[in-house]
């Protein structure tokens, strides 16, 4: 119920979708929650939602999210007006890389709210300006990304359900459960014990120009996404005419793969500080908010850490109230501390460096 509570902005509608696997009413006699779980905080949690919808707290304000589209859209633009006045020599060559860089993870920011459908009231507009961001912007896969994204979400750091951990135990070793298994089978695909080195020249800038890259195409063909591929021909379309026309074939490539390396770098830096130092296990079917907070935490507030991570340092907010939007995240976390105190519940909050080092 909290997951479906937590996911839906229309709850009218998604619910017709329950009818038919309807197979019965539980006995009154019967307990409703499941014994894994902590029925007093599941009680709190649902109070707690509600006054969030009470104060308005899911409710867009679209003039931010407008700002932060024409931000991207202007440094997209000026990326390209960089090599066209001031030439393709080494100088402009290493600025336009720099700031499309910074256009596309802005991009990618945007489109993880419009994924959440959290931009606007009407989840079809959400859906159109993911794929025009996604497809268009990014050149990946809308309905891919929400696909894996979604399956994060309902179970964090669940080993076999949670696809953004599935690098166990082929390129790292994750948690220390984990770790311990591995041990005692004696199992070993890499040299586990320098994971902490090489994670450096694996994972961060190669995970966008190799995995993604040939992924999202992968999905979007097998599963017949037929309009997000024509949407994500639109990029390669522009950017071979937009970019080809400035530069040679190879300088080109060079241009895309250096972009792409900076933007992974960027992103895994980013999305791994909220979730990979924290607790990795099997699913123990919790309760929502258990399963989130043992597999989130935050990083402290500032203009700079709330733009560099698209709002993502207030991770343990986002996976409460996925479909909030992230202007609101401030707002609700102190009721968010005050429930996890209530509760004798851990709420992580580091600055932004110490975050990346406990990635190490």
Not at 75 to 87: E, N, R, T
Not at 209 to 218: C, S
Not at 248 to 259: D, E, M, N, P
């Amino acid at each position: 119920q909290d997951a479906f509570a937590a996911f839906h902005v229309d709850k009218a509608l998604v619910s017709k979708y329950l009818k038919p696997l309807q197979i019965g009413e539980l006995a009154p006699d019967q307990p409703s929650i499941e014994p894994t779980k902590n029925k007093m905080l599941v009680e709190d949690f649902r109070d707690l939602r509600a006054t969030v919808e009470k104060m308005g707290l899911l409710k867009p304000n679209q003039l931010f999210f407008f700002l932060h589209l024409a931000h991207i859209l202007l440094l997209d633009i000026s990326a390209w007006l960089v090599l066209f006045y001031f030439g393709t020599s080494l100088v402009p060559f290493i600025v336009s890389l720099l700031v499309l860089t910074v256009s596309q993870v802005q991009a990618s920011w945007l489109q993880h709210d419009l994924g959440h459908l959290s931009v606007f009231k009407k989840i079809k507009w959400n859906h159109l300006l993911h794929k025009f961001v996604m497809c268009h912007l990014l050149g990946a896969s809308a309905k891919w990304w929400t696909l894996l994204h979604s399956q994060h979400h309902a179970k964090p750091n669940c080993f076999q359900k949670d696809p953004d951990i599935d690098m166990h135990p082929f390129l790292f070793t994750l948690g220390k459960k984990f770790s311990v298994e591995l041990g005692i089978k004696k199992t070993k695909y890499m040299p586990y014990n320098h994971q902490h080195k090489y994670f450096f020249i694996t994972l961060p800038p190669f995970l966008f120009p190799t995995y993604f890259n040939i992924h999202t195409f992968y999905i979007a063909y097998t599963k017949r996404y037929w309009a997000d591929l024509a949407w994500m021909l639109t990029f390669y379309t522009r950017f071979y005419f937009t970019y080809g026309a400035l530069l040679g074939t190879k300088s080109l490539l060079a241009y895309y793969f250096i972009v792409r390396m900076l933007e992974s770098s960027w992103f895994v830096w980013v999305s791994q500080m909220n979730h990979i130092p924290m607790d990795i296990d099997y699913d123990k079917n919790l309760d929502w908010m258990s399963t989130q907070l043992k597999a989130t935490c935050n990083v402290e507030q500032s203009l700079f850490n709330d733009w560099f991570t698209g709002h993502l340092n207030f991770q343990i907010e986002h996976h409460l109230f996925p479909t909030m939007p992230r202007h609101n995240y401030w707002k609700v976390a102190p009721l968010v501390k005050s429930l996890c105190a209530k509760h004798g519940i851990e709420y992580q909050c580091k600055p932004l460096l110490t975050a990346f080092a406990d990635i190490v």
